[in-house]
């Protein structure tokens, strides 16, 4: 399963990507990767919405 997280970092919003079998084993990666941002909104993949607002995936580093 894919799922997309919803999370704010420094003020501003941003979606990632996460491949994972649950959604608490998405959020224990999402924080893995920035434990300093805050999440709001954990989905299951949307094959059509997603596809027009691409999420980044969790390896990916923000600037």
């Known amino acids: 399963m ?5 999370l704010k ?3 501003t919003t941003d979606r990632i990507g996460v491949d994972a079998e649950e959604a ?6 999402v924080k893995t990767g920035r434990p300093e941002a805050s999440i709001t909104d954990v989905r299951r993949h949307n094959r059509r ?15």
């Open 49 to 63: 919405g997603d596809a027009r607002h691409p999420s980044r995936a969790v390896a990916e580093d923000t600037p």
């Open 9 to 11: 970092l420094n003020g």
């Open 2 to 6: 894919h799922f997309t997280v919803a």
């Open 24 to 29: 608490l084993i998405t959020i224990l990666k």
